[in-house]
């Protein structure tokens, strides 16, 4: 981490912010679902329409904060985002039916999507060239640690199974995100200085006619399937295709956290070029289908080989993760317009709200029940988004002459 970064007057209000904030959302991440089906006895086809409709709220509020972020300063909107947050789990815990229960998850959903939004702008207009893509990195180790701790605190509830205790829990990660929007107060006025990389132009205009950015966007939300892959598709698959002990599946995501933890500062650097970025999301993308295909291979070996290659792929996975991250952060800046920063982070956060919104029903259906065939669907997925955003990157790269 560079001195410049670590001495920012925004730098620490905005890691406290994200700190305390994971904390409550590591709570409520593994909590919604249960607290939906075990306090208001929803069936689980009801909670999925409930956390879908709530996802859509979610791509809409990361494309309109993005909007808001250009004409009020981020960093008075970050705090109100994680105030909505908070009183969306607040009324959770209050919720008498599920209907308001649904009401105060599509308020969650939506407050974190923009909130997320908001976040990616304050980091790219707060901070400058190679401090944006390590201020990103520095964040999202903060998050990964954060939603750990939350997790293992929602133990305490899921152990007590009462629905008083889903409903404290709720309150406390509410209390959470009242700290959050408190330490973001601290937050800085944005820097005028514009971004280095020479390609950036004054385009103007709607971000959704950046035809570059709007690709890129989409090529990177295809890339971001891979979470969805690593939270849904490799524990099925683990458990009912393989001879794999489910207990293995908890220190497959331990193992990732780790990866990203210590890993993912130290394979950022570098990636402020676009070149670089480029480059280094098209390794993600072999890497990432290489894992996919590790994955398939574990239900054919027997046990104690199929749980070496099932820690390779996941080991394979995590790395590419953290690249593909990286990269994606940025190229998200180069290509965007640092007098429209908020609305192209929007279009980026929207394009990845609708991946993960869709993502859960898609690595489902290709790599669950689609088998080999569907694992090596998804592995060429990877490859292409991975090669051609590094031919985008490569392409435009001449224009900074």
Not at 55 to 62: L, P, R
Not at 339 to 358: K, P, R, T
Not at 367 to 395: H, N, P, S
Request: hydrophobic share 55%; charged share 10%.
């Amino acid at each position: 981490m560079s001195s410049s970064l670590r001495h920012h007057p925004a730098f620490a209000p905005l890691v406290t912010a994200t700190a305390v904030n994971s904390l409550g959302r590591g709570i409520s991440i593994v909590l919604l679902a249960l607290h939906l089906a075990f306090t208001f006895d929803a069936r689980p086809a009801a909670v999925g329409g409930v956390l879908t409709v709530a996802g859509a709220i979610g791509v809409a509020t990361s494309i309109l904060a993005g909007r808001l972020a250009d004409q009020l300063p981020p960093r008075r909107l970050l705090p109100g985002c994680l105030l909505g947050e908070a009183v969306a789990l607040a009324a959770l815990a209050l919720s008498p039916g599920l209907a308001t229960a649904t009401v105060s998850a599509c308020v969650l959903f939506g407050s974190n999507r923009a909130a997320s939004t908001v976040r990616s702008t304050v980091v790219g207009t707060v901070f400058t060239g190679a401090d944006r893509v390590n201020a990103r990195a520095v964040l999202r180790v903060t998050v990964n640690a954060g939603i750990a701790v939350g997790s293992l605190a929602a133990a305490i509830p899921l152990a007590i199974g009462s629905a008083g205790a889903f409903r404290t829990a709720f309150v406390v990660a509410a209390a959470a995100y009242v700290g959050a929007a408190v330490a973001a107060l601290g937050l800085p006025a944005a820097t005028q200085e514009n971004p280095d990389s020479a390609l950036v132009a004054r385009r103007g205009g709607s971000p959704w006619r950046d035809r570059r950015y709007v690709t890129f966007a989409v090529l990177n939300a295809l890339f971001m399937l891979q979470f969805a892959v690593y939270e849904v598709a490799v524990p099925l698959w683990l458990v009912d295709h393989t001879e794999v002990p489910a207990a293995l599946v908890s220190p497959l995501l331990v193992l990732n956290t780790v990866v990203v933890v210590t890993l993912q500062v130290r394979l950022s650097r570098g990636t402020d070029d676009p070149v670089v970025a480029g480059r280094l999301m098209a390794r993600a993308g072999w890497l990432m289908g290489i894992a996919s295909l590790a994955w398939a291979a574990v239900a054919q070996a027997p046990l104690l080989v199929a749980v070496v290659i099932a820690v390779i792929a996941a080991s394979v996975h995590s790395v590419a993760e953290v690249i593909g991250s990286a990269a994606g952060w940025g190229l998200g800046y180069a290509f965007a317009d640092h007098e429209q920063m908020g609305a192209y982070q929007g279009v980026l956060n929207g394009c990845m709200s609708v991946s993960s919104m869709i993502a859960p029903a898609v690595v489902t259906v290709l790599a669950v029940e689609g088998g080999a065939r569907g694992w090596a669907a998804l592995a060429a997925l990877f490859v292409l988004a991975g090669v051609l955003t590094r031919r985008l990157a490569t392409r435009t790269a001449p224009q900074a002459a």
